[in-house]
């Protein structure tokens, strides 16, 4: 009777598991690094419009997977136009790929428009996490 319950207590809190968030699931087995903005003063952390000229900065916080302790290996900058054109695509330097890093990235726009910023962060067993897109710049004027 005891293995009875037990094995029904099993089932139920697996139940719970596959009925969670299947996003946060499939990140659980995949275990990608983490990856996201800081939000800092004088960084950019969510859309927003800015005036023609002005540097963009971007802090970065990057973390190993904690299931998989993959040692991180890139983490990179891409910035695109309203057509996708890539514009900039650049690596950070990772001081200790075993821990959390935060990696800092600057783009100043020559022209208003609007951008779309991403990031990118790749472990050693290949696993890659990007950043959701960042759209600066849709009041750029001069």
Not at 31 to 51: C, D, F, M, S, T
Request: aromatic share 8%; with cysteine; proline share 4%.
């Amino acid at each position: 009777m005891k293995k009875l319950f037990f094995a029904l207590a099993c089932v139920i809190g697996l139940m719970t598991f596959t009925s969670c968030d299947p996003d946060f699931m499939q990140d659980l087995l995949e275990q990608k690094p983490e990856i996201e903005l800081v939000e800092a003063e004088g960084y950019i952390w969510h859309n927003i419009g800015v005036r023609l000229g002005t540097e963009l900065n971007f802090q970065v916080k990057v973390t190993p997977n904690s299931g998989s302790m993959s040692e991180l290996t890139d983490v990179d900058f891409t910035v695109k136009d309203l057509n996708g054109n890539v514009l900039i695509s650049e690596s950070g330097k990772l001081e200790d790929p075993a821990n959390e890093n935060i990696v800092e990235f600057s783009y100043a726009p020559t022209e208003a428009s609007t951008y779309t910023c991403t990031f990118a962060v790749t472990d050693a067993a290949g696993k890659i996490s990007r950043s959701e897109e960042r759209r600066v710049g849709k009041e750029c004027r001069s």
